[in-house]
């Protein structure tokens, strides 16, 4: 199986920065790395899909970026209601795997 | 507009069968595969399988194969996933998501999540 890592597993950062969450794959998996956003209330959502590609509804504020093993997400102007979780997963290879998660706080 | 809708929280007994249910609405339910995820208190989420409601082929997370059972009643537009032999490491919210073409790129829609939680 493709293990994803996120390797912080919680960032405090200010309403107004820019927060950037990496997440890396244990092989090449194409591009196909997906972001999601768990509220605290559990809810998921999608945010970007094939690395970079934003979902629809998420506001421009999000961003993703990557190739081969190495992947981000970026948050511009950080909003409290981006208070959240963020996944990585891979849709290369079967079983699809998630990341640990990044748990944003407020600082 | 499309939604999914998953079925209460449950209190299992250990070895008692369950099943937790996944209704589709807003779109046609067998253009896409409908997966299923774990997510133990505090911790990380887990894919454990998807079926396609069109044939009800299905795909397994091998770490799942003896403990999952997808299925679909295409009738009613709703996904099925039942947990055989429940005990404590079964305990979890459990959220069925629906796919996308391909599958490849993630799951755009996600059920609230159902708790269930084993014990005697």
């Known amino acids: 199986d493709i293990q994803m890592t996120q390797t912080t597993s919680s960032l405090s950062a200010s309403l107004g920065d820019r927060v950037t969450i990496s997440c890396r794959a244990s092989?090449?998996?194409?591009?196909?790395l997906n972001w999601y956003q768990q509220k605290p209330d559990g809810t998921v959502k999608l945010l970007i899909y094939y690395t970079s590609r934003l979902h629809s509804g998420v506001p421009s504020r999000f961003g993703g970026s990557g190739s081969g093993t190495d992947y981000s997400l970026t948050i511009a102007n950080l909003e409290q209601e981006d208070i959240a979780t963020y996944f990585c997963?891979?849709?290369?290879?079967?079983?699809?795997?998630f990341g640990g998660g990044t748990k944003l706080e407020i600082k | 507009q499309v939604q999914v809708q998953q079925s209460g929280p449950q209190l299992v007994r250990p070895g008692a069968s369950m099943k937790i249910s996944c209704k589709a609405s807003?779109?046609?339910?067998?253009?896409?595969?409908m997966h299923w995820v774990k997510q133990r208190p505090g911790q990380g989420l887990e894919w454990i399988g998807m079926i396609d409601p069109s044939d009800s082929e299905t795909r397994l997370n091998q770490k799942f194969k003896d403990k999952a059972t997808l299925t679909v009643d295409k009738s009613s537009s709703t996904a099925y996933m039942q947990l055989s032999s429940p005990t404590s490491e079964d305990s979890a919210v459990y959220y069925c998501?629906?796919?996308?073409?391909?599958?490849?790129?993630?799951?755009?829609?996600w059920g609230q999540g159902t708790l269930v939680t084993v014990s005697a």
């Open positions: 997963q891979q849709g290369n290879t079967l079983p699809w795997t």
């Open positions: 998501a629906r796919g996308d073409y391909g599958n490849h790129v993630g799951f755009p829609y």
């Open positions: 807003g779109y046609s339910f067998t253009n896409y595969w």
């Open positions: 092989q090449d998996i194409s591009n196909y």
